[in-house]
């Protein structure tokens, strides 16, 4: 009998092994969660990754039952507020709301990158995809792709343009733009939102993701030259595409668009992973949350978390490629 007990015990430790990944995580995720989450945003406030974090922030807590509490880090590409999602304890507390120029552009650009995404991070639920619209300020001297480039070609390294850091999606889009246009653009790297400067005139240009362009389009206070991706949006049906101007441009937004999507620390319990996605997928599929969303020229998705784990790393693998062949690299 006692024999027979033992064996029943090891097979139940087994088991819970099995499901949960080890006893003690099993401890650490009952009764998740039971105090506020942390949802790092590498990115400063009041831009798309900002708006959208904070939207599906609020819609989480109340599924939750406690407080998911944004924290903006910004700076150099986004790697500021990577390293320190990375490094936080992998309990479930601490979220980290992604890009793909986070994830896959910035630590491929940077020689002494501190964080490494397929091995420091674990998807939990891709959010939407997001195309970008290349900005000029209002009183550039052209007014769509052709004049843009007719007008660099004529004042070789006289445009300068915006991005929110080296190895930013702004920063690499333009750079890869500019290499196939064959025209030269000076790159200002912002820790901030470089917005005002661009409506200002200080800056020319900058690529600015939908949810806060349109906006500022709608308003005149910057102009639209092309966007990003394969298709025009409902909230600029008047702007063509990049590829409407050059086929091999832009082909399905591989340069210029990006996803937006959260990841918690590598060694995240997975009953924990499986919750949250449970949760933030309902919270994408809300009709309040489609309008809002599609309003902001953003296309919601609302993945498993596998399937983010196969695009983040498809796409990190991708611009290792075209960043070793461009030769773009930071200290």
């Not at 390293?83 to 304890?89: F, I, M, Q, R, Y």
Request: glycine share 8%.
């Amino acid at each position: 009998m006692k024999r027979r007990h033992l064996l029943a015990l090891a097979t139940t430790a087994a088991l819970s092994t099995t499901l949960i990944g080890t006893p003690s995580a099993f401890a650490q995720s009952a009764g998740y969660p039971n105090r506020p989450i942390k949802l790092v945003v590498p990115f400063p406030a009041g831009i798309s990754p900002d708006v959208v974090a904070r939207l599906i922030g609020d819609k989480l807590s109340v599924a939750l039952g406690q407080p998911v509490v944004v924290d903006n880090k910004p700076g150099a590409g986004g790697m500021i507020g990577a390293v320190a999602a990375g490094t936080a304890p992998a309990d479930g507390y601490t979220l980290f709301f992604s890009v793909k120029a986070t994830h896959a552009i910035a630590p491929n650009v940077y020689r002494d990158a501190k964080y490494n995404p397929p091995r420091d991070f674990k998807a939990v639920a891709q959010i939407l995809q997001v195309p970008h619209v290349l900005t000029a300020t209002p009183k550039a001297p052209y007014n769509n792709m052709k004049e843009l480039v007719a007008y660099a070609k004529a004042n070789p390294g006289k445009i300068d343009f915006a991005s929110l850091g080296v190895g930013s999606q702004p920063h690499v889009a333009l750079e890869v733009w500019s290499q196939r246009l064959g025209i030269k653009l000076n790159h200002v790297p912002y820790k901030t939102n470089p917005s005002p400067d661009v409506m200002s005139g200080l800056i020319s240009l900058s690529v600015e993701a939908s949810t806060t362009a349109i906006p500022l389009i709608k308003a005149g206070k910057v102009k639209a030259l092309g966007i990003s991706g394969a298709q025009r949006i409902p909230g600029l049906p008047d702007v063509p595409t990049m590829t409407e101007f050059d086929a091999n441009l832009d082909v399905n937004g591989v340069i210029g668009s990006s996803w937006h999507g959260i990841f918690a620390p590598t060694g995240t319990p997975n009953d924990i992973i499986a919750k949250l996605n449970t949760e933030i997928v309902k919270i994408v599929k809300l009709p309040e949350i489609q309008a809002r969303l599609i309003d902001l020229g953003l296309t919601p998705t609302g993945t498993s978390a596998a399937a983010l784990d196969t695009v983040a790393n498809g796409d990190y693998a991708f611009w290792n490629k075209v960043i070793n062949d461009l030769g773009i690299k930071a200290e």
